[in-house]
């Protein structure tokens, strides 16, 4: 039955999307079926995105801010080793959180024979830029507005999206699934060799 747009809504259009995409491609998925599969009236979809591409971006959004929500309560004194192990732990993930994380690896793996998705992706990687630069400026006492701090974001952000892409690839195309220890090391090295500033290991407060 159709419906409008209620609040949430738009993270169930993108996992309708996402799996659509996953099955058929996006050239032969249409934005009438995206419409069906996620409940709701070709007007309401149109009214709300802008292309049928645009649909995935609520699922790498919400990613994004789920890990947002993760470094933001990264404590000053632990490392980014310990930080990793200690928030992706997938024995105490949501169901949800799991599924949402499966679709995204499945999706960026791929990036290569469907270009269509790299701009949602990139959106995707700019949004964990900034939060990067608000938690390196946290931990530095420094502005995330600072040159310095905005390199080191992107430099990580960066990293961080290779990684991302070899992994997914890896596990999704050969069959190469990683442990969650092997990858949370890759990530967390790749995040140290990226780093132009020290905010990796932890940090003290400055006295005021």
Known sequence: MSRTIREGAHIDVARS????????????????????AAGISKRTLWRYFRSKESCIEPLFALTSQRFAAKLRNWPLDISVERFLEINYDFSKMQKQ?????????????????????????????RMTEILLADVIASRLDLSPADFEVRLCAATVAAAMRIIDETISRAAVKYGQVPTL????????????????????????????
Do not use: W, Y
């Open 17 to 36: 999307a996402a799996r659509l995409f996953l099955e058929k491609g996006v050239a032969d998925t249409s934005g009438d079926e995206i419409a069906e």
């Open 97 to 125: 959180e799991l599924e949402d994380g499966a679709l995204v690896v499945h999706l960026i793996a791929r990036l290569e024979e469907e270009p269509a998705l790299l701009e949602p992706f990139f959106m995707a990687t």
């Open 181 to 208: 220890a092997e990858t949370n090391d890759r990530l967390a090295q790749a995040i140290r060799r990226a780093s132009t500033l020290p905010f990796c290991d932890p940090v003290t407060p400055r006295r005021g």
